[in-house]
């Protein structure tokens, strides 16, 4: 636990309006807790799950909300609105399961059940008609390893990897590490709106592309891609030759009218055959720590060539947790994807409303806000400050000048759009897997620092 932990927490819940419960509080807990019966995280009775009341993760060592305080000091945040995991309490399916688990102490080597792969080809089956042969299912501690393998697996070292972008951060380190390249063909941004170039994309192929890394849906924009999009991107991949690496990890997240397509439901097999989905139960669930994810294809022979490159290792918690994430919490993820989505239908209200620095438009999926600060990086003078800072081969961006502005003088914390690649400039990516009060808190902090500016 933090050393600060105290202290952040009391500006949580001074923040959340709630700071006569402060002492009652602690660490983990539900800020609400003893003060209200509606604290409870759901009414077994197939009522409504609680994600309304802020869950207080402070001095947890949590990366969205203790990491932004080792950095810039004790009492520096309000909102932790950066790393891509969810502020709620989890589903009760889970912590009941793992509850019952803890009762045997003993934590040996696993040997992965059959009803775990079998619990993931239901789930998939049901929730998204997509069907998985649960023998083909190779279990990983989570989409990173997944994705280093295959890259290792399809590209020879120096190669280049095909990404639409703006994309996941987290891709470029997964490049770097299995010796490769970047290369990136930009979204078309309209009025807010992304859109593919498939001229640009397929012109970016050359004689040594040999993977493509989809995000679907896409992070941060948030777009959720059509079977058409889809189908044009794999049939240009299969043309020439190329993998399709479908990181479909977000794919519970899918506003009101907006259908995901899992890339491993297209219609022409061939397209398919071409390529291997990686998914977890971590973004939909808020499992990311407890490192346990999946990955398949129709493919044998992929697998077999992927399987001999990855190092399959079980987490019992992660294992435990998932699966009676996949068994029991559909409920409580059905309930969660229409609160996010009202999420997001609050930000756009109130930023259009209060805060006329920033654009942003409501995107199709994700609990991702990819905001266009580009008016704030005129007015706060970041270009300059950013040029100022990037000294002895250090180079500071601009929203990183923001990303330190907004911590500085709104004490919200989210993640400076430049790392997500070509297209990040001038945006900044802000999750909205929290509360509506925290949401609340942290956009009425930011509307005010920006009026100060
Ligand atoms: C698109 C995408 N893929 C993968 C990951 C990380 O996956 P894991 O924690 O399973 O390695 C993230 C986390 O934010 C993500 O957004």
Redesign the pocket.
């Known amino acids: 636990m933090s050393q600060h932990a105290g202290l952040n927490r009391r500006t949580f819940l001074r923040s959340a309006g709630l700071t006569a419960l402060a002492g009652a509080v602690a660490p983990g807990a539900s800020i609400a807790a003893g003060a209200t019966a509606a604290s409870g995280v759901f009414d077994e009775t197939g009522g409504k799950f609680d994600f309304d009341t802020p869950y207080n993760r402070f001095g947890t060592d949590s990366t969205k909300w203790d990491q932004p305080i080792r950095l810039y000091g004790a009492d520096s945040i309000v909102a932790g609105m950066g790393?891509?995991d969810m502020d709620f309490r989890a589903a009760p399916a889970i912590t009941k399961a793992l509850r019952d688990r803890l009762q045997h102490e003993n934590w040996g080597y696993l040997a992965q059940p059959r009803s775990f792969v079998e619990g993931i080809a239901a789930w998939n089956k049901r929730r998204y008609n997509l069907d998985v042969n649960p023998d083909s299912i190779v279990v990983t501690t989570?989409?990173?390893?997944a994705l280093i393998a295959a890259l290792k697996t399809f590209s020879p070292p120096g190669s280049k990897v095909l990404l639409i972008t703006p994309t996941?951060n987290?891709f470029y380190g997964d490049i770097r590490f299995a010796g490769l390249t970047p290369e990136e063909s930009p979204l078309r941004l309209v009025d807010g709106r992304y859109s593919i170039d498939f001229e640009d994309f397929e012109r970016r192929i050359s004689h040594d592309t040999n993977t493509f890394i989809l995000?679907n849906p896409q992070?941060p924009t948030g777009n959720v891609w059509s079977r058409a999009d889809l189908a044009r991107l794999g049939d240009i991949c299969l043309k020439r030759r190329v993998i399709v690496l479908s990181?479909e990890?977000?794919c519970d997240f899918a506003n009101k009218g907006i259908k995901y397509t899992p890339f491993a439901t297209l219609e022409n097999k061939d397209v398919v055959m071409n390529s291997l989905t990686?998914k977890?139960a971590?973004?939909s669930f808020g499992l990311?720590a407890m490192?346990c994810?999946w990955f398949f294809s129709d493919n044998a022979e992929f697998m077999r060539r992927v399987r001999a490159n990855n190092r399959t290792d079980l987490t019992t918690l992660g294992m435990i947790a998932s699966q009676a994430a996949y068994a029991d919490g559909e409920d409580w993820l059905n309930q969660l994807g229409v609160y996010i989505d009202g999420n997001h239908d609050f930000v756009e209200k109130y930023v259009a409303k209060n805060i006329p620095l920033v654009k942003w438009v409501k995107p199709q999926g994700t609990y991702l806000a990819w905001i266009d600060v580009s008016q704030v990086v005129d007015k706060i003078g970041a270009k300059k400050l950013a040029a100022d800072a990037s000294t002895g081969g250090r180079t500071v961006t601009p929203e990183t000048i923001v990303e330190q502005w907004l911590v500085k003088h709104a004490k919200v914390h989210m993640n400076q759009g430049a790392s997500y690649g070509n297209g990040g400039k001038g945006h900044m990516r802000m999750n909205i897997a929290t509360s509506r009060k925290t949401l609340d808190v942290a956009l009425s902090h930011m509307a005010e620092a920006l009026k100060r500016a």
Request: charged share 15%; with cysteine; glycine share 16%.
């Open positions: 790393i891509a989570g989409v990173h390893p996941y987290g995000c992070n990181d990890i977000h990686f977890a971590s973004k990311a490192k994810g």
